[in-house]
């Protein structure tokens, strides 16, 4: 079993960065698929990106991909998204997630959730 808590959303300007981190507790961390999903209101979950624990690959959504960078410090059980050049579409509650065999796109195959952060863009 997995906790997720995350924190570091905010206001930003476009054109800023913001580092968004995610601590977890109990075991299987060293062990679990990583990703950060967005909400945006009306919206549906959308992935964002995720971080394999078995090779450490990574992988981001056309819409992120060069802006956002996504790592993971197993010793501190921690996942960050540092998110730079910020744009108002970004805006978003943001999500960690984790699983111990799925790494894809797809928030439904995740198991265990955070209860998100709020990350606003303003133009």
């Known amino acids: 079993q997995v906790q997720l808590v995350e924190s570091g959303g905010g206001l930003v300007q476009a054109g800023g960065s913001l580092r968004l981190s995610c601590a977890a507790s109990?075991?299987?961390?060293?062990?679990?698929?990583l990703g950060w999903f967005r909400q945006a209101p009306g919206k549906a979950r959308e992935f964002v990106s995720t971080?394999?624990?078995?090779?450490?690959?990574?992988y981001y959504a056309a819409s992120v991909k060069g802006r956002f960078t996504i790592s993971r410090d197993n010793a501190k059980k921690t996942v960050h998204l540092q998110m730079n050049s910020l744009k108002p579409e970004d805006t978003a509650v943001y999500y960690c997630?984790?699983?111990?065999?799925?790494?894809?796109?797809?928030?439904?195959?995740?198991?265990?959730w955070g209860q998100g952060t709020q990350v606003t863009v303003s133009s």
């Open positions: 997630a984790a699983d111990p065999s799925y790494s894809g796109d797809r928030p439904g195959m995740y198991t265990y």
């Open positions: 971080i394999r624990w078995i090779d450490t690959i990574t």
């Open positions: 109990g075991r299987g961390f060293s062990t679990s698929n």
